[in-house]
């Protein structure tokens, strides 16, 4: 046993959470049943209990009936322009940055993705300079784990008089380097990206498809990409949540 003198659910949560941290319970993991926990800290269950919703909380970790608690915490990945850069979207085979990224964690990469051609909210549509309202852009939805761990909803949005009839339309193709590799392939090589990020709360089907607690907050992004000529061919919205993150850019100052 670990304790001296009786812990509250809250010490318990933060004990657990910096195992957890540390690296003592890896991403994936199950935590040890409830009993044995409660052995090791020399308190009731109930109080195992309310120390594992308040790391559930956290996103931390994830109960399922009949399958334990499983360790859902990732190191952040760092989010900077680095990430787009050729070289690392494609090391090793790599389907883009995300791949690269998750590899670098041991972990693994897993995409669930669909296609279809649609019309893309009117917002977008102005980004990428077409009429709203009609179907002309192929939306790319990918649901992107790391170890079976969800981390990010992504959706595409790309002129269908580019990615009509070509391998973007494929959702089970493997795209090495991602999009930006198949589009300049396609002869829409990008030079420049814009990017606004904003936090907010996730709404429900994304905090069920997040697999993540509704009260948590979920950076939400735009990433435009621009070909040499100024023409937008892709945008890219991205949810992921908020403590995944660490946002870093460099620039000069005037």
Wanted: net charge negative; hydrophobic share 40%.
């Amino acid at each position: 046993m670990e304790h001296t003198t009786k812990l509250s659910y809250r010490q318990i949560a933060t004990r657990l959470g910096d195992d957890i941290v540390n690296g003592a319970y890896p991403p994936g993991s199950l935590l040890p049943p409830e009993p044995e926990l409660a052995e090791r800290f020399g308190v009731s269950r109930s109080l195992i209990n309310r120390a594992l919703t308040v790391l559930a909380s956290e996103g931390k970790v994830r109960a399922k009936q009949g399958s334990g608690t499983r360790v859902t915490w990732l190191p952040p990945i760092l989010h900077s322009s680095a990430r787009y850069r050729q070289d690392l979207r494609e090391a090793e085979g790599a389907r883009g940055a995300f791949d690269a990224e998750v590899r670098a964690l041991g972990l693994d990469p897993i995409h669930e993705i669909t296609t279809q051609r649609a019309a893309a909210p009117d917002h977008i549509a102005e980004l990428l300079g077409l009429e709203p309202g009609q179907i002309n852009c192929l939306a790319r939805r990918r649901r992107l784990l790391a170890s079976h761990i969800p981390m990010r909803l992504n959706c595409t949005w790309i002129p269908l008089d580019i990615a009509g009839g070509t391998v973007l339309e494929d959702s089970d193709a493997v795209l090495v380097g991602g999009v930006k590799s198949t589009l300049a392939e396609l002869g829409f090589r990008q030079t420049e990206a814009l990017e606004r990020w904003f936090v907010r709360r996730p709404t429900e089907p994304e905090a069920i498809s997040l697999e993540i607690s509704p009260d948590r907050s979920v950076l939400d992004l735009i990433h435009v990409g621009q070909t040499a000529d100024g023409r937008a061919v892709e945008v890219t919205t991205t949810v992921t949540p908020a403590d995944t993150q660490i946002i870093e850019y460099r620039f000069p100052l005037s």
